[in-house]
């Protein structure tokens, strides 16, 4: 009988997003979470990132099913390429009921995949996945019915907290199981994998109940329409501009396609508590006085192809703002998407609304742990072991500190990347091997297939252009046999470079008739080395310069 | 005699960067700043935004002079450009003597222009340019010797804050002139043109004696070297590395090329004071002990070309990051560059560094007044007419909503964008006209020959890349005479791609073939139409298609 477990992270340590961990036990290996990640600015032209998969390739038939943490994207997105790709569909995938949902939503998408196999449990109960015992734990999060995992197997107990905050008064549900977790710190933690994520924040993260007083100061004094934009996936959020609405006499209408249908089946598992009357058509509502409407949106990050974006544009189908409209973002921008969300909040301001947004209201809260949580999270499950997760290395570190100041030995704390195979027996822990990890890129129907190689083409493209030179050469002689067509664009703006082009043409033709005949390879090299040369006099700029040769 | 002043916004009111604004009054024009901006994200390959400078096209010999605020480059950056351009060298430059010192330096970086004419003046002195009274006034910023103005004209008073904090306890100087605004206040102020970039942000800006304690503790733990990244301008913070040095028995070396420029002309002006000895070459310190060392590094911001971001990347020719290296980013990240921060702290953890930045360490304070501060600036001013600057329109609603709780008429409150005439007299104001403003890009040696086609351009080619096809058409019966040759970059990875691009040209060729004799014009399109249609169909993305019909 083996003795020894091995944890591998392939995604969500060393960065915030792609989450998925993979816990081995002898012959058996579950999955924990497959998320996405969505692109940097420089990663040009990517879609999403998806976790390598690597590892799982010669193993498929080991995997005894897939565990689910909750429904965010971060942890479920990468389901469609995982199933897809490296594990049968019929792979058995565990999760609470709106995670569930929602994943067999994405997966609904993807109908060459055939139909998966989803088994439904809830915060509390436990089952058993191939060696491994699993219990759903109780926590709270920014969407509903997300749970840690305590999982066990002969080598002791391992706590995941998953994606969580301590908050005592959640909108709805009972809140996090802290004597759950107090019981499974007295029986014994082998190791604590804890979301890092909030561990640069110091104190306690305010509860969801923080927003129920700004929502009502907001809804008092708005005379027009009353705009909330915010992710499909706070649910407490959406109910709370319900409540809201409620209070202050409005009706609620929905708007963008994924808070349509991620309140559709929030709705349908009871997440979601709507009074009769209280939801409405948009097209219903926009015919009814603006001081009786709200209406609950997506695009609270900017996304360009959201609906809010497409309000500030002026180019949203059915909502047009205008001076009067209260517009809330009741978020705040995910690190990377600042600038998206600043240009947007601008746009609505010239447009003339009101724009509500952290820190001028209490209209967000976090959804993860600040530091004190965090603290009581360790204070709880009192683990031998702890390995910070979810989280970008500076969270990693931050969270392994206060670990330390918790009485954690620095050696029982593993600061771990993507790919690092962490074994821990009953009473050891190292890390034994590396395995590959790292981003695969999704662009278009491509999975997989860009690499550095094109990335640095992009990027020269992005930042000069190009210049395509045809050379045309003579069969009969082998020589150049005139001016090179040039052809360029992200360069310069054409219809006022002048003679540019021509004089460029010009260049490469001086050294290019001069050369005789003349190998094919050589006359690419001496053009892409003069247009280069030219260009950079010209215009200090460094474009690509594709150089292809015709005969004529 | 004239009873209008004229106020011209070119930049910074709508943004944050290239501040620039024009005083007009009868004949007369001066200028106040003339800055740059940096590049969004989604300005490809722009190195830096400067103001649209058209105005001041036909008028240049009315400008009486410019008026310079502080040395940041949101302020002078443009000065190259503005005196490159459109006003002769000779035009007078009024500024503080640090200020003049750091635009002396960047003018002579463009020996061309010739050589300017500054007139140096300090805080508390007035001068007459033109038509115009001008007092400098003392406050508290990021960098020294940053002013205030008063400037009088027969309309009244009005009061420019520049850029400021109320910092009562500075690290260097006097601190900003409470009595003086007060006395201001008190004789009468048509309008305030105020500092919105801390708007949003609730009570006080902290001291940067803030600092000390922070560094003190810092100085007292290492145990290896220390490396501080902040502004080469924010000479206080230098000042401050230095004394904490000298309290902790180090010495002080400096890294990057900004640092050592802007330093040295600092300790000429007596903005820096050195103690014998505290002060070593780079290349003396990396021969000292480690605990004897601490470096004063740019590149606070993640900019990749700075020293901090290539210690990260394992390329900096001279200093290697190690464990025991505490490394210290004394600065926040400005709104946009999030990513590249989180990059080089993630990358400097990766090298086994201790690294330290807020918010989990004081080691920055803003150089911008928090919502009390711009509170207690109404407050001293009693302005008649306000008009919040400095700040993206977020930043000047949220001002003006602070002008108002102060008591400030709403239709006294001017939120204004770039090019808006705001015209004042005695007792009234009014936006009169707009004039043409916007961003003008600077890229290579090109002024403002990149536009949105340009843009667009890139933003194509940075996504997906490009396939270009070079058609050969028969000159005889001008008729395509074989396949298409295509080349592409940025595409699709053509190691990997199989045959991909050979059917895509026979798709091109199965469409062409068939045409008979056509129009050059016809074929392009065609092709294109082909092309753009495989490549979606097979890979879901959009390259840019290009066609060169050749003769052959």
Do not use: C
């Amino acid at each position: 009988m083996t003795n020894t477990l091995r944890l591998i992270p392939l995604g969500g340590l060393g960065e915030i997003g792609k989450n998925m961990l993979l816990f081995e036990f002898g012959r058996d290996i579950i999955v924990v979470d497959a998320g996405i990640m969505f692109p940097e600015h420089d990663m040009w032209g990517i879609d999403v990132v998806i976790p390598d998969f690597g590892y799982l390739r010669d193993k498929a038939d080991r995997v005894r099913g897939i565990v689910i943490t909750h429904g965010h994207e971060d942890h479920v997105g990468a389901l469609p390429y995982l199933l897809g790709d490296v594990l049968p569909i019929a792979t058995p995938i565990y999760a609470t009921p709106l995670a569930a949902g929602l994943i067999e939503a994405k997966l609904s998408e993807f109908p060459a995949l055939g139909k998966p196999t989803i088994r439904r449990f809830k915060a509390g109960e436990g089952f058993r996945v191939g060696a491994f015992e699993v219990e759903f734990l109780a926590i709270t999060h920014s969407i509903p019915d997300g749970v840690g995992l305590a999982i066990r197997t002969s080598v002791g107990t391992v706590i995941h907290t998953g994606d969580f905050k301590f908050d005592y008064t959640p909108v709805r549900g009972g809140g996090p199981g802290f004597s759950r977790l107090g019981q499974l710190g007295a029986q014994g933690v082998l190791a604590l994998l804890s979301d890092s994520t909030g561990a640069e924040r110091a104190g306690y993260t305010p509860s969801e109940a923080l927003i129920e007083p700004a929502f009502d100061t907001i809804f008092r004094e708005a005379t027009g329409r009353i705009i909330v934009a915010t992710f499909a996936s706070l649910l407490s959020r959406v109910q709370q501009v319900i409540d809201a609405a409620q209070r202050h006499n409005r009706v609620v209408a929905l708007a963008g396609y994924s808070m349509l249908k991620t309140t559709e089946i929030a709705r349908q598992l009871g997440h979601l508590q709507v009074p009769s009357g209280a939801l409405v058509e948009l097209n219903e509502a926009l015919h009814l006085p603006d001081d009786r409407v709200a209406i609950v949106t997506t695009g609270s990050q900017g996304q360009p192809e959201a609906a809010l974006a497409r309000m500030a544009e002026g180019t949203h189908r059915q909502i047009e703002v205008k001076p009067g409209d209260t517009i809330v973002l009741s978020s705040t921008p995910i690190p990377g998407n600042e600038e998206e969300v600043a240009r947007v909040i601008n746009k609505l301001f010239a447009r003339g609304a009101n724009v509500i947004y952290p820190p001028l209201a209490n209209v967000h809260v976090s959804g993860h742990a600040s530091q004190e949580e965090q603290k009581l999270m360790l204070a709880l499950t009192r683990p031998r072991f702890f390995v910070p997760v979810h989280g970008e290395l500076r969270h990693l570190h931050a969270h392994g500190r206060l670990a330390r100041q918790m009485g954690v030995a620095a050696e029982n704390i593993f600061i771990l990347e993507n790919g690092a195979v962490l074994e821990l027996t009953r009473d050891s822990a190292q890390v034994v091997e590396r395995t590959p990890s790292g981003n695969i890129f999704v662009d278009g129907s491509g999975v997989g297939d860009i690499g550095p190689a094109v990335m640095r083409e992009r990027e020269v493209l992005a930042r000069d252009g190009f210049v395509l030179a045809v050379v045309p050469v003579s069969p009969a002689t082998g020589e150049v046999s005139g001016k090179p067509e040039l052809v360029s664009r992200g360069l310069v703006y054409l219809p006022e470079s002048g003679d540019l082009m021509e004089r460029a043409a010009e260049r490469a033709w001086s050294v290019l008739r001069v050369a005789g005949k003349t190998k094919r390879q050589a006359i690419i090299e001496r053009t892409q080395e003069a247009l280069s040369r030219f260009f950079f006099e010209e215009t200090k700029r460094k474009p690509m310069v594709v150089v292809v040769v015709t005969e004529g």
